[in-house]
Nanobody
Framework: VQLQASGGGLVQAGGSLRLSCVAS????????MGWFRQAPGKEREFVAG???????YYADSVKGRFTISRDNAENTVYLQMSSLRPEDTAVYYC????????????????WGKGTLVTVSS
């Protein structure tokens, strides 16, 4: 599976961004997808995940602010980020799990290159 993320950039605190990730190489509808992030000096952490039947999962730190969704016709997963905070600054990675049942927290098999999100205060 090849994953290509896009949509990162610089935004002021309180603003919004939408990340996109296009997948290829497998039947997208069978994949569980996720977003992870890694801030400078910190370990990579789970942000959000969505399973093949669109069950969603979120880290507590982003609940109510971020929304993950998928478009199986476009082979794309999205992360809509609102009310952004400086602590959301990180490189965001798209990931995929081809197993069933999937583990969106620890079971990702494939990773894309990240896209940088910078939130200024």
């Amino acid at each position: 599976v090849q994953l290509q993320a896009s949509g990162g950039g610089l935004v002021q605190a309180g603003g919004s961004l939408r990340l996109s990730c296009v997948a290829s190489g497998r039947t997208f509808s069978r994949l569980a997808m996720g977003w992870f992030r890694q801030a400078p000096g910190k370990e990579r952490e789970f942000v959000a995940g969505i399973k093949r039947y669109s069950t969603t999962y979120y880290a507590d730190s982003v609940k109510g602010r971020f929304t993950i969704s998928r478009d199986n016709a476009e082979n794309t997963v999205y992360l809509q980020m609102s009310s952004l905070r400086p602590e959301d600054t990180a490189v965001y990675y798209c990931a995929a799990d081809s197993d069933y049942p999937a583990d969106v927290y620890y079971g990702m098999d494939y990773w894309g290159k990240g896209t940088l999100v910078t939130v200024s205060s």
